[in-house]
Structures are given as structure tokens and as C-alpha cells.
Nanobody
Framework: QLQASGGGLVQAGGSLRLSCVSS????????IAWFRQAPGKERAFVAA????????YYADSVKGRFTISRDNTKRTVYLQMNSLKPEDTADYYC??????????????????WGQGTLVTVSS
């Protein structure tokens, strides 16, 4: 199971840090990703991190503003979001799966999903 938290209301230009905690024993072997879904839109890839933490992938829209990291000892992946924009408003979901670079951005790659945590950025 994956548990996402950390969402909230923030003004444009502000920061939030999302956390995704896993209760699964295989957490450290999976790629963990963040996706987001805004009202009326499809779920979109945000960022992913391979099991070792050495491979990071980002959507172009968040590069330079968001940072993904993981602590396998705590079974937790973080998404630090800085310089937030109103267009970042969405439900954010974490997911776990056996992704590689060519598949990390595809939702269907991921086997396990957490519940969403809502991020609202006001202008």
C-alpha cells in the first residue's frame, strides 16, 4: 500500500513537500512515480525515481522546480515542489512499479497506486 500526503493550499510562488509512504516489503526494489490529475484532464506524469535513487525523471513542465527523492530506510519518496504555479493545481498520486527510462512516464507501467493528495495553488 502507498499513502500520499502533504497536499494543501499555497499561494503561487510557494512550496510544498509531498510524501509517499509504503507499507510494502518490496518498496526499495520499485520505481516510484508521482502523477497528477487536474479536473477534467487526464492523469499526467510528474516525476519518477528508480529504486537506487540514481535515475530521476521529470516532466518538462516541472523541471527545475520539483525535486523527487527517496529514503528506502523509511520507505518514503518525497516530491519537493517549489515555485508553484496555479497550473500545478491537481490531485497528486504516487505509484510503484518496475519502470525503466522508456516506460517511467506511462501510468500503465505502475502496479500500485496511492490515494490522491490535493494541491491547490492560488494566484
Amino acid at each position: 500500500q502507498l499513502q500520499a500526503s502533504g497536499g494543501g493550499l499555497v499561494q503561487a510562488g510557494g512550496s510544498l513537500r509531498l510524501s509517499c509512504v509504503s507499507s510494502g516489503r518490496s518498496f526499495s526494489s520499485y520505481t516510484i512515480a508521482w502523477f497528477r490529475q487536474a479536473p477534467g484532464k487526464e492523469r499526467a506524469f510528474v516525476a519518477a525515481i528508480r529504486w537506487s535513487g540514481g535515475n530521476l525523471y521529470y516532466a518538462d513542465s516541472v523541471k527545475g522546480r520539483f525535486t523527487i527523492s527517496r529514503d528506502n530506510t523509511k520507505r518514503t519518496v518525497y516530491l519537493q515542489m517549489n515555485s508553484l504555479k496555479p497550473e500545478d493545481t491537481a490531485d497528486y498520486y504516487c505509484a510503484a512499479g518496475n519502470a525503466i527510462q522508456s516506460t517511467a512516464m506511462r501510468p500503465q507501467t505502475y502496479l500500485y497506486w496511492g490515494q490522491g493528495t490535493l494541491v491547490t495553488v492560488s494566484s
